[in-house]
């Protein structure tokens, strides 16, 4: 996926449209973000569910 | 009396007898019914003094209000009473079918005290009661238990049933109904087997159950089992089981590693998930009574070293206690650890952690052949476990299996040499398959302040902190950041006393997560007829919270006690959470504040407890 130069991981998230419900968490390069992380090229996104503990 | 009966059984083992008694209506609405409800009866008429395993130790089982509704999560009931696994007062909690079976047969709960003379049951068949002798059941597992009262007593006959490790006093033996429901925690399998009872066996001739308004509770059943069906939660659930989020919380670090000693393996999240056990090795799904979620597994796998037959399928915390804790990825390891288990009747929680913490011991050589019997524990050496280890653990036959089967904290203790250091338990309760670290910081304090010990079920902050269900009537109405200690003691208090009353009206976890604050009070007062508010229903939410705390302090249990080991709050070293310092002696203080604690005795004053309506129980601490 291509974001612009000033992307952050907030507009790679709306672009996918994920339902809030599923409790998404996101990873950049194995870390968990905020929104506003800024991205760079190469940069691995992970989107994990925290649906439920069990 | 609405909801509940009103009546209980009272059985004098050491006696051979069993009567009918009735507890006034007062306690009821006080405590709820359950774990509040056993804990009022232990102030009342337990001792002290008794050792948990000495005949005149009581163990209680009870149901709360709502056992018997034909309700998705209601099928739940609480075992509790002294725990011979921390000494201390404890409760646990079952789902299955046993619940309603016993209020249809006309009770609220059953007092055991004293100890029979030789093995037996005991038999309810409506509001018949007799104490058998079944000395030829001894020595028998679970399954083979099971299938016997099935052929004995037919198919609706409902039990609940201890293996080998409850007849050979395993401090963390457990109590199973049907093979596939346990109440896991704590050790009261161990508390049965002491009282030489094999099984209690329920069976009513028709399904009675007398609400306060049936007209009402029909149609806020309707609503709510809807509500619980279409969640996406339920869903998930449905298809996957609890395990379903074990890939997602490897990455956020909420799954334990080899004992706690890291928080991240990516391979091993694909393996163990719920998903992959669905793909793999899932034919059925299975329910509690009456529960549309059915988050319970039927797995077989037909062959291979772990291959087992059709049957009950571990669900989260065994996988993880049995896979990820072990250094395994072995899913169908789990899947037969867990059915063994089961069949000895032993806790997978405290089995696997104390396992884990062994083959620590013996990796820093803390643990030597010499104490193990030439036993090698080698983290993932699952064949091991399975074969030697657990066996060895439920019938005591050898050093190793008297050492592990004390739990990790008396082990520890009796080997000494820096071991203490690898534990992960509160107040002598292993922790459960959720890393403070990465699951949230509030964990790790609600573990050290739950009365029982470490323990994810006591309240529901695991799914506060998760954002999985939110309290804007009693203010909790924002989001929590796992990773900080901001507002945890806050939501901690509000947490102690939802777990509170979720445990005494015995709602499960997973079909309550849905269930908002005015609809719980709604429920209460058409079933049982409590005419509660929200603040009465709060109220006696944290009425159960102190009185607990009281029995624990009787018990000898002070603040300093309200702790966690090291290795839960120690930084991780790997993992989403790697570096991050839990700030756990500022949300102790702030929730001893708010929660009113004195912060030598961990025990609220006089003035709060009368306040609360605990003015008879103030009396006796703050003479
Ligand atoms: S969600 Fe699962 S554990 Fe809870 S009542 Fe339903 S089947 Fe039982």
């Known amino acids: 996926m291509e974001v612009s130069d000033d992307g952050c991981l907030s507009d790679v998230i709306q672009s996918i449209n994920i339902p809030v419900e599923i409790r998404p968490v996101f990873f950049v390069n194995h870390k968990r973000c905020a929104f506003d992380k800024k991205l760079s090229d190469g940069d691995e996104i992970k989107i994990v569910s925290l649906i439920m503990g069990g | 009396m609405f909801g509940n009966t009103g009546k209980i059984i009272w059985a004098d083992l050491s006696a051979g ?26 102030w009342e008429y337990g001792s002290f003094e008794a050792q948990p395993l000495a005949p005149e130790s009581l163990l209680i089982l009870m149901n709360g209000p709502f056992a018997g509704l034909k309700l998705s999560g209601c099928s739940r009931s609480a075992i509790a009473g002294r725990s011979p696994l921390t000494g201390h007062w404890g409760d646990s909690s079952c789902g299955g079918h046993f619940a309603p079976e016993l209020r249809y047969s006309g009770f609220d709960g059953i007092v055991l005290q004293g100890k029979l003379e030789e093995p037996g049951i005991i038999l309810i068949e409506d509001d018949e009661i007799s104490v058998l ?107 996957n089981g609890t395990a379903a989020n074990l890939e997602g919380g490897v990455h956020i670090g909420d799954v334990p590693i080899k004992n706690f000693t890291s928080s991240f393996w990516e391979e091993m999240a694909e393996e163990l998930t719920g998903s992959t056990l669905t793909e793999k090795y899932l034919t059925n799904k299975a329910a509690c009574s009456f529960c549309k979620i059915a988050c319970k ?56 952690s104390t396992i884990a913490w062994a083959m620590e011991a013996f990796e820093k050589s803390a643990l030597t052949v010499l104490e193990t019997d030439g036993v090698e524990l080698n983290w993932a050496d699952m064949d091991t476990v399975i074969d030697v280890v657990l066996p060895q653990i439920a019938f005591r036959s050898s050093k190793l299996g008297e050492l592990l089967s004390q739990g990790s904290l008396r082990a520890a203790d009796m080997i000494g040499r820096g071991s203490s250091e690898w534990l992960t338990t509160a107040k ?36 506060m902190e998760m954002g999985a269900c939110y309290y804007p009537e009693i203010g909790f109405e924002y989001e929590l950041n796992p990773m900080s200690s901001e507002y945890k003691a806050e939501s901690a208090l509000l947490a102690v006393q939802i777990g509170a009353i979720e445990n005494s009206s015995c709602f499960c976890q997973f079909a309550d997560r849905e269930i908002a604050i005015p609809e719980w009070v709604r429920l209460f007062n058409f079933a049982a007829g409590y005419d509660w508010t929200v603040e009465d229903m709060m109220s006696a939410g944290l009425r159960v919270f102190y009185l607990q705390r009281l029995l624990n302090y009787r018990f000898g249990i002070r603040a300093s006690d309200d702790l966690v080991s090291k290795r839960l709050l120690d930084p991780s070293t790997d993992g989403a959470p790697e570096g991050v310092e839990i700030d756990f002696d500022c949300m102790k203080k702030r929730f001893y504040q708010l929660a009113k604690l004195d912060g030598t005795l961990g025990i609220p004053d006089r003035r709060t407890l009368e306040n609360i309506n605990l003015s008879s129980e103030a009396n006796v601490v703050w003479q």
């Open chain 2, 297 to 352: 597994r039927v797995v077989e796998i037909p062959e291979g070293p772990f291959s087992i037959p059709k049957g009950p399928g571990p669900e989260y915390e065994t996988i993880a206690a049995f896979g990820s804790m072990l250094g395994s990825k072995d899913l169908a390891a789990t899947c037969k650890a867990g059915r063994l288990c089961n069949d000895l009747g032993l806790d997978t929680i405290t089995a696997g």
């Open chain 2, 17 to 42: 007898t069993a009567e009918h008694r009735t507890l006034p209506e007062q306690y009821y609405r006080n405590f709820i019914g359950g774990a509040g409800l056993a804990a009022k009866i232990f």
């Open chain 2, 428 to 463: 002598g309760l292993e922790a459960p398959m959720h890393d403070p670290r990465g699951g949230g910081h509030g964990l790790a304090l609600t573990y050290s302040i739950s009365h029982r010990g470490a323990c994810h079920t006591a309240n529901p902050m695991l799914f």
């Open chain 2, 133 to 239: 002798p079944v000395r030829e059941w001894w020595g028998m597992g679970v399954i083979e238990t099971t299938a016997l009262i099935g052929k004995k007593y037919g198919k609706k006959a409902r039990s609940l049933v201890i293996g080998q490790a409850g007849e050979n006093l395993v401090n963390y033996a457990c109590i199973m109904n049907e093979c596939h429901h346990a109440f896991g925690r704590a050790g009261y399998g161990a508390v049965m087997g002491s009282k030489n009872l094999k099984a209690i066996i329920v069976k009513s001739s028709a399904q009675r159950y007398f609400p306060a308004d049936s007209d009402s509770l029909d149609s806020l059943r309707r609503e709510l089992d809807a509500k619980i069906t279409e969640s996406v939660t339920s869903q998930v659930l449905h298809e």
